[in-house]
């Protein structure tokens, strides 16, 4: 069965500070997608970004990037220089790819983030 | 489009009592799912359909029931409301499966007393 595992259930930074929130993750599918969403004080969730197993490519977007790396079954987002607007509750999950996944995911504990002005 | 639309947006309920969990998409997605979020915990799956007229349980499925009888609607059903039910419920919907994210309603805080 697949886990996730967000290892940080709290970090705290001070406005323009680099944060990284980390993600491990166990599958036996050789085809899988990973995800990160964003849960906002207000309480809904907000997709960030997806990745397939097949691409390891980073992404950056804004101030946002992720560091996919299959060698040590991470997921990790980066925020860089940070800002209140930041602040949320942050989750990993994954989907498995096989026939029979029907996109269910597999959440993270979630990482809480806040920034501090 | 309005997305996924959840009602209500809050209830107290009586150790059991019954209620329905409605949740509704108008982006004319084939997957829907609900979930719930225990405090300091990820969301974890109770149910999911792949298509009116087919659901399957999810992880936690235990007193709880849905029904699809429309692309559209995806309610969850309580049956006898059990404590251990107080948790904030989200209704998600995604264009076909694993490939895709899922979009996700505002959620239901249930409380059960």
């Known amino acids: 069965a697949q886990k996730v595992t967000q290892a940080q259930t709290e970090i705290s930074v001070v406005e323009k500070e680099d944060v990284t929130l980390d993600c491990v993750y166990e599958t036996r599918d050789t085809t899988y997608y990973l995800f990160w969403y964003k849960q906002p004080p207000s309480g809904e969730l907000v997709f960030l970004i997806r990745r397939n197993s097949f691409d390891e490519q980073n992404e950056i977007s804004g101030r946002y990037s992720w560091n996919f790396q299959k060698s040590t079954s991470s997921f990790n987002f980066t925020i860089t220089a940070s800002q209140v607007v930041d602040s949320a509750v942050y989750f990993c999950a994954l989907s498995e790819g096989g026939g029979t996944s029907y996109g269910k995911l597999t959440f993270g504990q979630g990482t809480i983030l806040t920034v501090h002005p | 489009n309005a997305g996924v639309t959840q009602t209500p947006k809050f209830r107290i309920l009586k150790i059991g009592q019954s209620m329905t969990l409605q949740c509704t998409q108008d982006m004319n997605h084939n997957y829907m799912y609900w979930y719930r979020q225990d405090p300091g915990m990820g969301l974890k799956l109770i149910y999911y359909s792949v298509g009116a007229g087919i659901t399957d349980k999810g992880e936690v499925p235990n007193g709880y029931n849905v029904s699809r009888s429309t692309t559209e609607d995806f309610p969850l059903r309580l049956e006898l409301a059990a404590p251990s039910q107080t948790s904030v419920y989200f209704c998600?919907?995604?264009?076909?499966?694993?490939?895709?994210?899922?979009?996700f309603g505002p959620g239901t805080r249930l409380t059960v007393l």
């Open positions: 998600a919907s995604s264009w076909q499966g694993s490939y895709n994210e899922q979009f």
